[in-house]
């Protein structure tokens, strides 16, 4: 091999190391600054139910009432809630308040991450084939969201149809989206994050 190839080749993994060290990095500097917005208390994060069995929407006959006619989490789904509440209490992360969606999927994510039964708020619904409540679910969220004023964080324990009309951010399956209220009633999105391990 000639010592011009070698070096083109030398170069090229110099590059391509510190692109992906470019990369990578703003992943993780951007958790640790969403983790310091929610110690320093005051946010909102909306976060989407864990993993459920395979489906779109909602089974025929749903019913609210009945847990064993919805989609449910996974075993998978309940692993990530519990670990992005441990994620919280190793990092003495303060919520104020959690909120859930009348779904069942949405309350046992709850339950399982931040370790009580959530209140339910119907606002926090699934928007999934429902366009018709667009307007007044995201309406009566936007005033929930910018209207907090707690000192600690308020969860709220959602579904990603719901999540984006708010916030126009699509979250993964227990994902994080952070939100910060403002003066004026509105809010600005912060970011979003993963607690749990992948």
Not at 15 to 41: C, F, Q, Y
Not at 90 to 113: D, F, H, M, Y
Not at 137 to 160: D, F, P, T, Y
Request: charged share 20%; with cysteine; aromatic share 4%.
């Amino acid at each position: 091999m000639s010592g011009s190839l070698r070096s083109a080749r030398l170069a090229a993994v110099v590059i391509v190391t510190a692109m992906a060290a470019i990369v990578s990095t703003p992943r993780a500097l951007a958790s640790d600054a969403l983790w310091g917005l929610l110690k320093n208390g005051g946010q909102v994060v909306l976060m989407r139910h864990g993993l459920t069995t395979p489906g779109v929407g909602d089974p025929p006959g749903m019913r609210l009432d009945d847990c064993s006619t919805q989609r449910n989490l996974t075993d998978e789904g309940r692993r990530q809630a519990r670990q992005t509440g441990d994620a919280f209490r190793n990092r003495t992360i303060a919520v104020e308040r959690v909120l859930s969606s009348p779904w069942c999927r949405c309350i046992e994510t709850g339950e399982l991450a931040f370790g009580s039964t959530p209140q339910v708020s119907e606002p926090l619904g699934n928007l999934f084939g429902r366009p018709e409540n667009q307007a007044r679910q995201v309406a009566a969220m936007q005033a929930l969201v910018g209207n907090w004023r707690g000192k600690g964080n308020l969860v709220l324990v959602s579904h990603g149809s719901t999540i984006v009309a708010l916030t126009g951010v699509s979250p993964d399956v227990a994902e994080m989206v952070i939100v910060t209220p403002q003066s004026n009633g509105k809010f600005v999105v912060a970011g979003r994050f993963t607690a749990y391990e992948r």
